[in-house]
């Protein structure tokens, strides 16, 4: 990403590129807002993507990051304005240079009901939602497959098959993330005669791990549910790695999920606002995503 002008929305208020140096800051800002992420998950992030950060008086006041997918796609997020300087303006000069730099791309996000009308504004559109669930305090369901699938441990021979998958569920491009991805997470595969059906990772975060993404191939003759159960059972295989932890999962609106993973004590603790611009990331309906990496990473 090349370096922008410098923007002001006060006399005091600078734009640069965000750089591994301002990880530390980044990361005391996001403790002020309340966000959970750890140091660490600002490091993976920020390694992933790249962004800006806001100034005053060299003070960090802003920060926000993006990821390209390929050509065509990106996502953006890691949004924050330090909570006594909103209101100036500054978040949504972080955007526009975001934005700047994502050009024409297909660009999704995850919205709080406070961010929603800056980014209607700014060109995007609702396109679903995403519940977040999350505890330590659940219990680990049985879920049954057909007999001729089984889990297993993810091995480093499936990731270009994990690529696949991910790609087509989320219509965007995870050639470079899912590598990332697994270089900090162990995972669960469904097999049927040799091929991986679906999987799902489990990797620290935040308070404790999170679960996803957990994307599942369904089928032309999905009539019986067979994606869902799979999914359960790569999330219940999480669960169990994971038992009397803390444990998040974020996971579409329209995924049919929720309402199990309140049977199992993994509360719904908010819900925010999937949104696009530019258009809609062109998933493949037979392959479904039933939990999210994150809400940066989509």
């Known amino acids: 990403m090349s370096a922008p002008e410098p923007l002001s929305t006060s006399a005091a208020v600078t734009f640069r590129p965000f750089t ?28 992933a993507g790249s962004g800006f950060v806001a100034l005053d008086a060299g003070r960090l006041v802003g920060t926000g990051l993006c990821w390209q997918y390929g050509e065509h796609g ?5 949004v924050i304005v330090a909570p006594d300087q909103q209101g100036r303006g500054i978040g949504r000069e972080l955007m526009e240079c975001l934005l700047g730099a ?5 660009t999704v996000l995850h919205a709080t009901p406070a961010g929603q009308p800056l980014y209607e504004k700014l060109g995007f559109s609702a396109i679903g939602t995403i519940h977040q669930h999350q505890s330590a305090d659940f219990h ?20 270009p098959r994990l690529i696949e998958l991910a790609t087509r569920a989320s219509g965007l491009d995870r050639g470079a993330l899912l590598p990332a991805l ?69 996971t579409p609106g329209d995924s049919g999920l929720s309402a199990w993973l309140e049977t199992l004590g993994m509360k719904r603790v908010d819900t925010v606002v999937k949104m696009s611009r530019n258009g809609t990331p062109a998933s493949d309906a037979s392959i479904r995503q039933f939990a999210i990496v994150n809400q940066a990473l989509g």
Do not use: Y
């Open 102 to 106: 994502l050009g024409s791309r297909i």
């Open 182 to 250: 697994l270089g900090v997470a162990q995972g669960m595969a469904i097999e049927r005669d040799g091929e991986v059906l679906g999987f799902a990772l489990l990797r620290p975060f935040g308070r404790g791990h999170a679960i996803g993404p957990v994307v599942v191939e369904a089928g032309p003759d999905d009539v019986d549910g067979d994606a869902t159960r799979r999914a359960q059972a790569l999330i219940a295989a999480c669960l169990a790695a994971n038992a009397g932890a803390f444990t998040r999962i974020d």
């Open 140 to 159: 680990v369901p049985q879920v049954s497959l057909d007999a001729a699938e089984q889990l297993r441990p993810l091995q480093s021979a499936d990731t």
């Open 74 to 78: 990106a996502s953006l997020g890691m």
């Open 20 to 47: 591994r140096d301002d990880i530390a800051a980044a990361h005391a800002l996001s403790l002020e807002v309340k966000w959970p992420h750890r140091a660490d998950d600002w490091r993976f992030v920020a390694d």
